[in-house]
């Protein structure tokens, strides 16, 4: 992709920019957000971790919406937190004002944008960002399904104390307490989990899954904050989905250091393919 904008400089945001820009899935990260200040120093020190980590995304940090115009797609993790003892659903009169004027924000400056919702309560701030863009539904797209479905497979793993990619898993339904982990359709290695698992244990599991959520926010006692800004939390539940879309839509299956040394290799008839670059062939994928 070309740009890719994360609206909301916080913890979800933060981590999810550092994520985005550590698979190169754009040419160029920015990172908005309302509070001064905030999305430029850490987008600074996200830029500056680039050598390290070795990825060319340009991250910029900023207050005005300017700068995201024209972006393909839009990560929105703006607005407030649950704190302990909190529903999704208490958020809802804060958020849908920042989501109202965020979706503002969006249609104006980036009309073509796909927009994948992470603000809570999530299935309310689809449908406003949905209303106020007037985008087609394809393009505005919820991100949860693939957190709760991580939850649960990662409860799983535990249990069998075994890899989280043997487990085959989905949770269907909305964001919250009714969420339906689909355990008749869930298997280990291809064997179906109720034939390893009893009955009661992964009753335990399904609603730790349904509360998972409310489990990190009460240990946490304030919102989602990881004092490291770093791996694990809700960048790592955002990044599947936007891993598939940057994937199967603009870089085709190679990223920008691949297409930069096919050019490199062309200019200079070389093979680098024993070398280092080898590792980075692939890209983000
Ligand atoms: N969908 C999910 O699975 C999922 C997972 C985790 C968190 N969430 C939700 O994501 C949201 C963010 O969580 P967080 O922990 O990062 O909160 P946070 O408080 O750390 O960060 C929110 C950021 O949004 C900014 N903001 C507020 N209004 C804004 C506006 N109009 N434009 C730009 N930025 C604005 C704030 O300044 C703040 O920096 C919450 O609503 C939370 O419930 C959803």
Sequence with gaps: MNKITVVGAGNVGATLAQRVAEKELARELVLVDVVEGIPQGKGLDQWESAPVEGFDTRIEGTNDYGAAANSDLILVTAGIARKPGMSRD??????????????????????????????????????????????????????????????????????????????????????????????????????????LIDAKKLAEIVDRTRKGGAEIVGLLKTGRHRPDGGSGGPGQEAHPAVLGLARRRIWGERGLPWRAMQAGRQRSGADHRGGVEQGRAGGPG
């Design 90 to 195: 208490d958020l809802v009169k804060t958020n849908v004002e920042i989501i109202k004027s965020v979706s503002q924000q969006i249609k104006q400056g980036s009309p073509d944008a796909i927009v994948i919702m992470v603000s809570n309560p999530l299935d309310v701030m689809c449908w406003v960002a949905r209303q106020v863009t007037g985008f087609p539904r394809e393009r505005v797209i919820g991100m949860a399904g693939v957190l709760d479905t991580a939850r649960y497979r990662s409860f799983l793993a535990s249990a069998l104390n075994v890899s989280v990619e043997d487990i085959q898993a989905m949770v269907l339904g909305g964001h919250g307490d009714t969420m339906v982990p689909l355990v008749s359709y869930t298997t280990v290695a291809g064997i179906p989990v109720t034939q």
